[in-house]
């Protein structure tokens, strides 16, 4: 494993990967216990947030190395079916899970997830587009949002 630290317009972006895969990125410069030194991955994941803050990218193809539970996995992998520039709400990803009554332990999973903005769960919002919870806070959150075209003002 091996991590770098990469200037982005939100600020600095650590970025940790994996042989596999990246497997964190944190906001800010934040110490990992690997080799501080970037690698092909971690480049190509900085290039293609680059692309995103610029708006010339929707889409990350950068390989992940997700590690989690079986249950934040799968609400992962729904966080990353959310299309870019628009939102949806913890009941719904607990719905769309087949876990209707778990919008909790949704929300507790989003705010696990290691790989944030990749693994868009800046998109999901609280029940009636109410800006809720985001590890970055909520300044990065709208930020994000208007970055895809939302309007977080319309949003409660």
């Known amino acids: 494993m091996n991590y770098f630290v990469y200037a982005m317009p939100p600020g600095r972006l650590t970025i940790a990967a994996s042989e596999r895969g990246i497997v964190r990125i944190a906001f800010g410069e934040v110490p990992i216990d690997a080799p501080r030194r ?11 947030l680059q692309e995103y803050f610029a708006g010339k990218r929707r ?11 079986p249950f934040q996995l799968e609400v992962w992998n729904a966080l990353s079916a959310i299309p870019y520039g628009q939102t949806c709400t913890y009941a719904h990803i607990a719905e769309q899970i087949g876990r209707p009554r778990a919008f909790r332990a949704v929300g507790m999973a989003n705010n696990k997830n290691p790989i944030p ?40």
């Open 38 to 48: 970037p690698s092909a991955i971690t480049n190509t994941a900085a290039t293609q």
């Open 117 to 156: 903005i990749i693994v868009p769960c800046h998109r999901v919002v609280g029940a009636g587009g109410k800006l809720i919870g985001y590890a970055a806070g909520i300044k990065v959150k709208r930020y994000l949002l208007e970055l895809e075209g939302n309007d977080p003002a319309s949003l409660h």
């Open 59 to 69: 889409e990350f193809d950068v390989t992940l190395d997700l590690q989690g539970t």
